[in-house]
């Protein structure tokens, strides 16, 4: 029971994470039709931020996580303008080959900058875990858990209550009349996207003091972010916040109760299986977004 | 191309092992032709039929253990009391056998995929990749995991002109090699000429039109699957004995990213468009290596994949038969201001 109580406990700050990368990738994908395999590269990005600013640089370690996040954003902006704009309007394997070619620059990028020794990012909190009863957390990820749903209420409120959200929400809906309505649509999408890499990059700068910052970790979430993304619902900003906490359950107590070792290949199972039983995801009616 | 510069091709390719006798540049050529093989069946799915497979790798590292497995030979403890024993089989058996478990894979995969479309098939096939690896990766038992299967034998023959072991080691694989890449491209060559070809490229271009002629478009796609994981399983056979170790690193996702830019480089849905981006994106990475750090290297990889998409969408091909045609044409006019209507077809001389 202990146990059981432990693993959901685990679920849920992991969970909290996936969240954020999923709801990053959902927003890109449901608005602007872009498969974007450079998604985990930001996430990478922001660790690989918070170890720049916070270990190398001394600056403070909220701050750090702070500026990681504007940086991830002002990179998804970069990147949008440079690769994206230009290829408005083309199909789905064009923008997902320009994505995967920005994927391997950026990995390759960060492994020649930090080199691919692992790096680790110590956290100011205490040592000893806060024990409630029988189940016990670290602080850090304690932290990690506020921080991440903070970001996804955010998100939520931004989506839902301001007026950049509306347009958002109406690009997705129906492009070409939220257009004629006088929505820049190119502001959009470069909004959408530098807010879905920010939600990367925030998810990399939480979960990088954790564990540890290499190059290539970037490669499982993305995968697993797709993961999330299609138990959602392509486009569907709660169904991704949900099968974030789903995977990161089926995750833990795949490790938990079936082998660690297989641990990674649950989500891809988790995937395969929803694809064939209900490809529009396990939360959605229809595609939507909000 | 005519049929007889084909051969004339095939001939002078042939003929490499006489007068490239140094063994790195022939390691090279082997390596790249086994991966314009996996390129070749690469297209069949993506050129031909639209459907981009990210996971195509796997079906190569499937071919790669079992033939491992079937030459080494490996027991399996089922029950506590029972251990299935494989004895080692004859190394051509083994690629026989990985030829036949990818082509199943595929049709295993291609049933399940292809009940979706766009970006969740490359989602499903990704993950089926990914699945496959950790497999490898984690099932010890079977396929010792990171620690590799050793001592793979090899498919060698031995060339009577050759110096050493080793170079005839690399000569007998090079024409393997060559002997499975023309194979592979007559068998690919025969299916989208004949008439289920055409239905692929018709559900390509329009599923709904395609179905509505009557097209039994699942019955084509998991046609296009399975021979296509065939020929990579052949391709991951052909690697193993040659390499003569296979770890799980075979799985990389980064092989299914190089197999994808040789067939968009060169032009997918045309059958030399592989051939082509094998061979640019075969040599390519070994012109760079003494110049630039591994990491440089492949910054330019994903630059260069960037550009073609951005300069050269349908690829090398396409382009120089483009260009290639309009210069012809303009030759004629100048030189024989009325030979066009003379060359043009009956529609555009009726015009």
Redesign the interface.
Known sequence: MDQLLQHLLNALILGSTYALLGIGLTFIFGIMRVVNFAHGEFYTFGAYMVYLFSVTLGVNFLLAIVIAIVLGILLGAVVEWLLLSKHRGADIDTTMLIMIGAWIIMQNAEQLLWSGVAKSIPMPFPEDPLTVGSVSVAWARLFVFVMATLLIIGAQMLIQRTRLGKAMRATFQDTATASLMGININMIYLATFALGSGLAAAAGALLGPIFIVIPTMGNLAVIKAFAIVILGGLGNMKGAALGGFVLALVEEFGAGYVSSGYRDAMGFLLIILVLMVKPTGLFARTERIG | MSNISKWVIVLLLATVPLWVTNQYQLHILIMMGIFTIGAMSLNLLLGYTGQ?SLGHVAFFGIGAYTTSLVSLGFDLKLTEDYTFVFAPKPAWFGVICAIVVAGLCGWFVGK??F??R???F???T???A??IR??A??WVDLTEGPMALNNIPSLAFTIPWADSAALSRRIANYYLVLAVAVISSIIIQRLVQSRIGRTMVALRENEALAKSVGVDVTRSLVLAAVVSAAIAGAAGALYAHYVRIVDPDVFL??YT?TM?IMV?AGGKGTLAGPLVGGVIFGILPELMRGHM?P??Q??A???I??LI??FL?EGIVPAVQRWWAGFQRSRQSKMNPHSRANKASPREAAQ
């Open positions: 981009l399940l995929s009940r979706v766009g970006a969740y490359v989602i499903v990704i993950s089926f990914e699945v950790l497999v990766l984690n996702f980064i990213v994808v968009i750090l990491e440089v492949w910054i990889y994903g630059a994949m960037i998409v951005f969408p």
